[in-house]
């Protein structure tokens, strides 16, 4: 299941029903005859989970409920909120025929479903059902008839999950949304049939798709394409003939400000403007410490779109993971500019293809935030039908206790490092992630992984590189400088077999690879020019992927000095 950044819907195949076509499990006709009610915006569900062995630091899920009746079938808007550090999701299914799902939205921190019951053969004890993915454990509830009418008559809901209690919490009206989302479909259903003679035609209009004064069916169906287009042009492909290309970008490290530095390096922009021009990625991969300075929010947000425009100008779907310096911007963190916000301004950007954090383990200690941007992307075959390879993006974090950030909870084995590391959690997110995907597409997916920190094994491979096999090849020019703590990941790379290739960045005068006992262990050098590193080492590192063999890869480095810079 592909869950797109800006929209996501079940079943992509056209179908026609009544005389006009609709996406398959987008949406439904309605009877025409009846206008659709306005919604009784009365009414919260709200999730609570206590228990220690389903959600250790408990939690909570809140969601609204819009009511509607059309003919004698009641239809819901049902929304719920959840916060990915707590919760690693939220999924709602439609237990028997009786209930249609007419749309479905998940963005990593919201899910909307819209969906529809026949009154005549629906279990109103089970009208849908509800599954929540906590860290340890998961829990499935029903939405019921009693919870149903409670929230059409705002009164309280009660839903039940692994024995925890839902409970009314307050009533949240839906935000104002753009065309082509879910949000938008299921508002639009809320004008059916309204047309320019309503006092309500000023809020339809903009849903009159077709221009002919009313709204009706042609225009959901407009809606719901469009959505499907959205969703399905944000699939990764490979090309025709094969292949798809990767260009990894590290350790930009910058900054701009008010004053005598308005913008970012010229000569970086110059570099990464030649990379993509000479070389044409399918996909950018930015590994860490974009940040290199202090600035306010404002100038972050100028910074970050300044560092990203050589991408968005051409329209090359990219991706960040963090580094130790990403939240150096320390007015910006005081204005509350951390990771997380960071990753909701980067995932703005319409060729960004990061996800919402996947691992479910964001925590934050003393300055510090861990565990942000974990993820991982599907590469599709030439036709966008199936994925055939994936990318792992991880948050390699920041410091260990001796830096700047106060005691974390797994630093008993502090070595002379002080940076962080991939955390347990983070690692036992990828098992079962890895074994997930090869039980639902049938194998293992060949896989590359993307960090900013090294691993501790890159030390051990440069120090045995007379080993043959190790097929170590370029340039170490400082030591490396891995986390404090061996989590572990490595270990559960070989155990898993999926992942053939780690890149990182962080160590600027580094551009070395070898094969590490069956991974590729590999650093990329440093783009940015108003940081440390030898002018003549900046560039960066092309890897090529060909479909004829998925289990092996080509890469190489590119330095600035190939383009006359």
């Not at 309503?198 to 221009?211: E, G, I, K, N």
């Amino acid at each position: 299941m592909d869950v797109s950044r800006r929209s996501f819907l079940k079943g992509a195949a056209l179908t026609t029903l009544g005389g006009a076509t609709v996406a398959a499990g987008v949406f439904a006709p309605l009877n025409t005859e009846l206008a659709y009610a306005d919604p009784v915006l009365k009414g919260t569900i709200g999730l609570s989970f206590g228990d220690a062995r389903f959600m250790p630091l408990g939690g909570e899920v809140m969601g609204a409920v819009y009511s509607h009746d059309i003919a004698g079938t009641d239809a819901f808007d049902l929304t719920f909120d959840y916060d990915a550090t707590m919760f690693l999701g939220i999924a709602a299914s439609a237990p028997t025929a009786a209930t249609t799902v007419l749309a479905y939205h998940d963005n990593g921190s919201q899910l909307q479903v819209v969906f529809k019951v026949d009154p005549d053969t629906v279990d109103y004890q089970n009208l849908l059902t509800i599954t929540v993915t906590g860290m340890n454990n998961e829990g499935e509830g029903a939405v019921n008839l009693a919870g149903a009418k409670a929230a059409k008559q705002g009164e309280t809901v009660e839903l039940t999950i692994d024995g925890n209690t839902v409970g009314n919490i307050a009533i949240r009206p839906s935000d104002p949304i753009s065309e082509f989302t879910i949000e938008n479909l299921s508002l639009a259903m809320t004008l059916f049939l309204v047309d320019s003679t309503s006092p309500r035609w000023p809020d339809a209009v903009r849903f009159d798709l077709d221009a002919n004064g009313v709204i009706e069916l042609a225009d959901f169906v407009r809606i719901a394409n469009g959505i499907l287009d959205a969703a399905n042009s944000l699939r990764l492909r490979f090309h025709d003939d094969g292949t798809f290309k990767i260009l990894q970008v590290s350790d930009y490290q910058d900054y701009v400000n008010s004053g005598t530095k308005q913008n970012v390096n010229a000569k970086s922009v110059a570099l990464f403007e030649a990379l993509l021009d000479a070389e044409v990625p399918d996909l950018v991969v930015m590994t860490g410490d974009q940040v290199g300075g202090n600035m306010n929010a404002e100038n972050l947000q100028k910074y970050i779109t300044q560092m990203m425009k050589p991408c968005e100008d051409r329209s090359i779907p990219w991706l960040v993971t963090y580094g130790n310096h990403d939240e150096d911007a320390t007015t910006a963190l005081n204005e509350g500019w951390d990771k997380i916000r960071q990753l909701d301004f980067y995932r703005s950007f319409p060729s960004n293809v990061n996800r919402p954090t996947m691992s479910g383990c964001i925590e934050k200690v003393g300055r510090n935030t861990s565990c942000v941007g974990d993820m991982y992307l599907f590469l599709y075959d030439t036709e966008g039908d199936d994925p055939i390879y994936n990318i792992w993006a991880f948050d390699s974090n920041r410091y260990t206790s001796r830096g700047i950030a106060e005691p974390v909870p797994y630093a008993a084995n502090i070595t002379s490092s002080n940076y962080d590391w991939i955390r347990p959690q983070q690692v036992t997110w990828y098992e079962k992630s890895s074994k997930s995907i090869e039980e639902t597409y049938g194998q293992k997916l060949n896989s590359l992984m993307f960090f900013h920190i090294p691993l501790q094994e890159y030390t051990n491979m440069y120090l045995g590189r007379s080993n043959a096999s190790y097929e170590y090849t370029g340039r170490r020019g400082e030591n490396e400088c891995p986390g404090a703590v061996n989590s572990g990941l490595y270990g559960a790379l070989r155990e898993r077999g999926d992942v053939k290739g780690v890149f990182v960045g962080h160590d600027h005068s580094n551009d070395y690879i070898g094969n590490y006992h069956g991974i590729y262990l590999a650093y990329d050098a440093s783009i940015g020019y108003q940081t440390y590193g030898g002018d003549q080492w900046k560039g960066g590192r092309i890897i090529e992927l060909n479909k004829s063999d998925l289990s092996q890869f080509d890469t190489r480095m590119i330095y600035a000095a190939e383009y006359g810079l």
